[in-house]
C-alpha cells in the first residue's frame, strides 16, 4: 500500500520537546495545513480518496486510527504520538476513527483544496481505480 510511516525530528530536553518539520522532512512541497479537534469518540472522519492530493497526518495530542483501502488491502494504522507522520499518498481510501478523548490530528497536504480532487463514495473509487488502469 502506498502510505509511509514518517519521523518528525525531535529536540528533547528537560524542559519538553519540539517537533520540527522543515525542508526535506516532509517528501511534498506543503501547500495546505489544518487541523481535526473536539471529535466525539465514535465520530469517523475521511471517507474519501484523493486523485492527486498527499497527506501527512500526525496525532499531536491523543491517538486515532487510520484506516486505509487502496482497493485490494485493508491496513489500519494507530497515531498516537507527535513525533510519528502517516504519509498517505494520492488514491488511497482513507477514513479516520477511535478518536481519544482531546485527540488533535494535524494534516499537511500538498495541495490547496480542490473538491474535484476528491472521490467521496467507496464504489465511485473503486471505479475510478479500475477505469485509471
Known amino acids: 500500500m502506498n502510505i509511509k ?9 528537560v524542559k519538553g520537546s519540539i517537533g520540527v518539520v522543515e525542508n526535506d522532512t516532509i517528501p511534498f512541497d506543503i501547500k495546505r495545513v489544518y ?6 469518540s465514535a465520530a469517523k472522519r475521511g471517507g474519501h480518496a484523493h486523485k492527486k492530493l498527499q497527506q501527512v497526518l500526525i496525532a499531536l495530542s491523543g491517538s486515532f486510527d487510520v484506516v486505509l483501502k487502496d482497493g485490494k488491502t ?3 494504522v494507530t497515531l498516537k504520538t507527535p513525533d510519528k507522520g502517516l504519509l498517505i ?3 488511497i481510501w482513507r477514513e479516520i476513527e477511535n478518536f481519544s478523548s482531546g485527540a488533535v490530528c494535524l494534516v499537511l497536504a ?3 483544496y ?3 480532487d476528491y472521490i467521496r463514495s467507496y464504489k465511485g473509487y473503486l471505479n475510478y481505480l479500475t477505469s485509471n488502469k
Open 35 to 40: 487541523y481535526l479537534f473536539d471529535i466525539p
Open 89 to 91: 499518498n494520492s488514491n
Open 74 to 76: 485493508k491496513e489500519v
Open 5 to 13: 510511516l514518517i519521523e518528525i525530528p525531535k529536540i528533547a530536553n
Open 114 to 116: 480542490d473538491e474535484d
Open 110 to 112: 500538498s495541495e490547496a
